[in-house]
């Protein structure tokens, strides 16, 4: 942290030189008579070695000419004249001379070596009880104060940027210090953009920043850090540059700790409310089963009862089973979906034809597709593939009932599937009004429904499901709109199925 001298402050030291030269003279005068002349010089050459240490090399130097010439004027016979009558003087003063000048630049060098090592030690001090002020940092605002009393005491005004991206205008958010000048902005968003530090003596004298060091994390640039000196003294803000550079890389670890502490919490947080979301789904759905399956029996006892209940009862039971079934199947997608997340179910795959499964979930709808007509393109050469077939047969089930719901009435639901280099590939479409474009990358999320409002009846947990299934299976799924309709594809992986023994008949 080392600053300028000022002027008269200068001068003021070479005046104190030349003063300590007189008294040199003045103490060496009345010894002249007891002293050798080479004694006396020892005397001029202590006060140009004093002077290096304490002054500095340039009134060194000046001493060393001005005791010269003293020691000539009074010393050197004829005394009180520059004149020298003995030629041998002559080396006597080039040695005095020689041996001040060299004494003066050593020891003035070791004394600015020693200020230097001072001020570094000064410097690393105050950066260590930065780094310690900002390692106790919890947010921005924080960071923001210990910046602007930390370079408060350089007599410089902070004004901390924050990137957060969405406005071309002006990326940042500001912290701390006056509000910036369009010159000013400019300036932060070279230096933000360029990843290095920008300086300008336009705006000095106006109060206005002039130093802007970005914030450089390893990954990228969180910001840029504006500085402005308090005094019209640039040059000195200039001379601190790398003291500056070391706080910009503080403030940048700092912040970028503060940005994974935020995320890191968050993630704990939605992990949390995911496990808790997860836990009360699946008590929920497996206390309520058991119950809603009596109903179902008992309702449906009520239909079939013999003798026959009136015909508004019997309607009456009837529509209560069909609500009890949709609310058991409900409460069985959510028990499923419960149990996929926890990571609780263990397949039970095996090699197997595929179309055996679309059989089978084909006839389990019928009474759903009857109003639909459906086209099945699933050629009979399809290799074995290791699946669960019950598993599976939902993720069938499931895309199919998405396919009816979010179609009219005659619309055409095609199912098809075909053998890849490494994968089964299988796609269900129909005709309709497709997915929403803006939102079609979020149909696999839990509860996601086609339609902000839809009028069909639906929890938005049937393509979830599929999605946990396939990926279990080490698959993929994806949701795409094609021209009059949507489609759901997925992919199961082929694998190398078992060789098949021919019987031989005897």
Request: net charge negative; hydrophobic share 50%; aromatic share 6%.
């Amino acid at each position: 942290m080392r600053t300028l001298l000022p002027s008269d402050r200068r001068g003021g030291r070479y005046l104190l030189a030349a003063a300590l030269c007189v008294l040199t003279t003045l103490g060496a005068a009345p010894l002249r008579e007891l002293l050798d002349l080479a004694n006396i010089v020892m005397l001029f050459l202590l006060t140009v070695f004093v002077c290096a240490v304490r002054l500095g090399r340039g009134p060194a130097v000046m001493a060393a000419f001005f005791g010269v010439a003293l020691f000539d004027f009074f010393f050197v016979p004829p005394q009180l004249s520059l004149a020298v009558a003995d030629a041998q003087y002559l080396v006597t003063f080039a040695v005095m001379l020689a041996v001040g000048l060299i004494t003066s630049h050593l020891a003035a060098l070791l004394s600015e070596r020693t200020e230097e090592a001072q001020a570094r030690e000064q410097e690393t001090r105050a950066l260590y009880e930065l780094a310690r002020d900002l390692g106790g940092a919890l947010a921005i605002a924080q960071v923001t104060d210990i910046a602007r009393r930390f370079l408060g005491r350089l007599d410089m005004d902070v004004s901390l940027l924050i990137a957060e991206g969405g406005s071309e205008v002006f990326p940042f958010r500001q912290y701390g210090g006056r509000h910036l000048s369009e010159l000013e902005q400019s300036f932060a968003r070279s230096a933000y953009q360029r990843r290095s530090i920008v300086e300008t003596d336009s705006l000095a004298g106006m109060g206005a920043a002039i130093v802007f060091l970005p914030l450089a994390a390893p990954a990228h640039v969180l910001g840029v850090l504006a500085l402005a000196p308090q005094r019209d003294d640039v040059d000195e803000l200039r001379q601190q540059r790398p003291l500056l550079e070391a706080v910009a890389s503080l403030l940048a670890i700092t912040l970028e700790r503060l940005h994974y502490a935020d995320a890191a919490q968050r993630g704990e947080l939605q992990v949390a409310a995911e496990r808790l979301r997860t836990s009360i789904l699946s008590s929920l759905s497996h206390d309520l089963r058991t119950p809603l399956t009596t109903l179902v029996g008992l309702a449906d006892t009520l239909v079939h009862r013999q003798p026959a209940l009136p015909e508004d009862a019997t309607e009456t039971a009837g529509i209560i089973r069909d609500q009890a079934r949709s609310m058991h199947h409900l409460l069985s997608n959510l028990l499923e979906m419960a149990r996929l997340q926890a990571g609780n179910v263990t397949l039970n795959k095996e090699w197997q034809a595929f179309e055996e499964i679309v059989g089978s979930s084909t006839r389990l709808l019928a009474t759903l597709l009857a109003d639909r007509q459906l086209v099945i393109e699933v050629p009979r050469q399809l290799p074995l593939v290791c699946f669960d077939a019950v598993l599976l047969e939902r993720v069938l089930c499931n895309l199919l009932e998405n396919a009816v719901k979010y179609s009219p009435p005659g619309a055409r639901i095609r199912l098809f599937a075909r053998a890849g280099e490494t994968a089964l590939e299988v796609a269900v479409d129909n005709d309709g009004t497709g997915f929403p474009s803006d939102r079609i990358d979020q149909v696999f999320n839990l509860f996601a429904r086609g339609e902000q409002e839809p009028a069909v009846a639906g929890t938005g947990l049937g393509l979830a499901i599929c999605k946990a299934i396939i990926i279990a299976h080490g698959g993929t799924i994806v949701a795409e709109n094609r021209p009059g309709g949507a489609c759901v594809r997925f992919t199961l992986p082929l694998g190398t199925p078992p060789a098949v023994e021919e019987e031989v008949s005897a």
